[in-house]
């Protein structure tokens, strides 16, 4: 084979790679930019604590509806979230009080960095989503979290898998795919991670 034969096969090779590969991170990104999640912080990992903490839990989900019932796409929610923070802060603080504890809460709409998790028949990548973000007191406890929108969040004493379905309402084939099997696609996450983090310190150098 000639050499300018090798480099024109490497050069296809390496433009089929590099297709691939970013089609699988615009999917990812797709699924961050398509999430509202919450997330819940204790105050600490004492026993009592990460029960206040699902208390806390178990109020917003109760409330939810009352919230959030008239929202019909993601970005309805982001705004009713943003505009309703205050009001979501102070149900927060009750349940608190309630429950015989002095802690402060704060109640924000973030952008944040999320480890992968398995949620209930799915797998959320790891990523930058944005949140609902409920802190407890000096927040150094375990959290706790959901996806609020897709509407997959649900009070612990339902059927995680039955409403699990309801994603494929909002997700995509190739989104699904991803989250459904994760282990498939386990070169491509460490190839994306390992790309972000070059992307990273290039741009603390320059």
């Known amino acids: 084979m000639k050499k300018t034969d090798v480099i024109l096969l490497m050069g296809l090779l390496g433009s089929i790679v590099?297709?691939?590969?970013?089609?699988?991170?615009?999917?990812?990104?797709?699924?961050?930019?398509?999430?509202?999640?919450?997330?819940?912080?204790?105050?600490s990992d004492s026993e009592e604590d990460q029960a206040l903490k699902l208390c806390v839990r178990d109020k917003l989900l109760e409330k939810s509806d009352e919230f959030f019932g008239e929202c019909k796409t993601l970005e309805d929610m982001k705004l009713c979230a943003e505009q309703k923070r205050e009001e979501i802060n102070d149900i927060v603080l009750d349940t608190i009080h309630e429950k015989g504890y002095d802690y402060?809460?704060?109640?924000?709409?973030?952008?944040?960095?999320?480890?992968?998790?398995?949620?209930?028949?799915?797998?959320?990548?790891?990523g930058s989503y944005d949140a609902l973000r409920v802190t407890i007191g000096e927040a150094q406890g375990h959290n706790w979290w959901c996806v609020m929108y897709p509407p997959l969040c649900i009070p612990a004493a339902e059927n995680v898998d039955s409403d699990m379905k309801k994603a494929d309402e909002y997700f995509d084939e190739k989104q699904l795919d991803v989250m459904k099997n994760p282990d498939e696609y386990e070169v491509k996450f460490k190839c994306v991670e390992w790309y972000h983090s070059i992307k990273k310190k290039l741009s603390e150098w320059f």
Do not use: K
Request: net charge negative.
């Open 18 to 43: 590099f297709t691939n590969f970013a089609d699988f991170e615009n999917t990812l990104g797709s699924i961050e930019q398509d999430v509202l999640r919450m997330h819940i912080l204790a105050n």
């Open 104 to 126: 402060t809460a704060c109640t924000q709409v973030v952008n944040m960095e999320f480890d992968a998790r398995e949620y209930g028949g799915i797998t959320m990548p790891a």
